[in-house]
Every structure is written in C-alpha cells, then in structure tokens.
C-alpha cells in the first residue's frame, strides 16, 4: 500500500535539474525544435515560437531553487544564439519584410531577434512568473523558517 502513495514534494526536490544539466537539456530541446522548423518549411516560424516559449517555461519549473538565476537569465540568450546560428546556417532561413537581400549575418540575427520579441516577452515574462512563483512556495526560503518567540511575560 505505502508504494501506490505519491512521493511528497520534498521527495521530488531531490530529482531537480542543477543550472547546467538545465541549460543543456534546454538547448538540446530548443536545437530539435529549430531543425524541425527549419526543415519543415525552410524558416524559423510558429514552431520555433511555440518551442521557445514551452523550453524557456519547462526550465525554471524543472532546476533547483538555489538555481534559479540561470532560469531567470536564460531566454534572451537561448534567443539570440539560435537565431545567431540559423542566420550564419541559412540565412534564408531568418525572414524579415523589409531585409535587403545582401544582410549579413550580424544584420539577420539582429533582425531575427528584433522580429520575435512578442517571443521573448511572452517567454522570458512566463519564465519570470515561474521563477517568482518557485521563491515564493519553496518551503525552505528563510523568510518561512519559523522563529520561536519568546513567551510572554504576565505580571
């Protein structure tokens, strides 16, 4: 009967990712999804967005608490190295209305980036709000480590 019992959260706090098993779990993640994109239709498009927004969400709720800052800071450069590699890739693949034709691959990895960042806001945004949401119902945060008061005196 005690194993059909679900494991407590403080028994699941041992089976969290650190910071670098996290960001490479996310580029690994974010690298599939980009070559599935690309091959797909030959641009960084929904998927790519999509897939941004579910790996940058997954990492904060999936790393230790005391690795939280990683989290925090990753999507804008998961962005910007994945958009950076597809414009030095195929460059094709980075489409922006208005690009001239003869863009590097400097002006399309800034354009790319500049292009996706409802992206990066509504990711960074959501990865944020997990983060915060981890601080504040970790049950081991100082702030909840319950001090005992001393017993009141009565005359």
């Known amino acids: 009967m005690a194993a059909s019992v679900a494991p407590s959260p403080a028994g699941l706090a041992r089976h969290d990712l650190g910071a670098r098993q996290s960001i490479l779990f996310a580029t690994m993640a974010l690298a599939a999804i980009t070559t599935?994109?690309?091959v797909t239709d030959g641009r960084l498009?929904?998927?790519f967005s999509v897939g941004f927004v579910l790996v940058v969400v997954t990492v904060p709720l999936a790393v230790?608490?005391?690795s939280l800052l990683p989290a925090g800071?990753?999507?804008p450069v998961l962005l910007l190295v994945f958009v950076g590699v597809v414009a030095a890739a195929s460059p094709d693949a980075v489409e922006v209305s208005g690009l001239p034709d003869g863009t590097g691959w400097f002006g399309r990895t800034l354009t790319g980036v500049i292009d996706r960042g409802v992206t990066l806001m509504v990711g960074h945004g959501l990865a944020l709000v997990?983060?915060?949401?981890r601080i504040v119902t970790?049950?081991?945060h100082p702030r909840r480590a319950r001090v005992a008061r001393p017993a009141r005196r009565t005359v």
């Open 130 to 133: 997990a983060v915060v949401a």
């Open 64 to 66: 230790d608490v005391r």
């Open 73 to 75: 800071v990753l999507p």
């Open 138 to 140: 970790d049950p081991h």
């Open 36 to 38: 599935l994109d690309v």
């Open 45 to 47: 498009g929904l998927i």
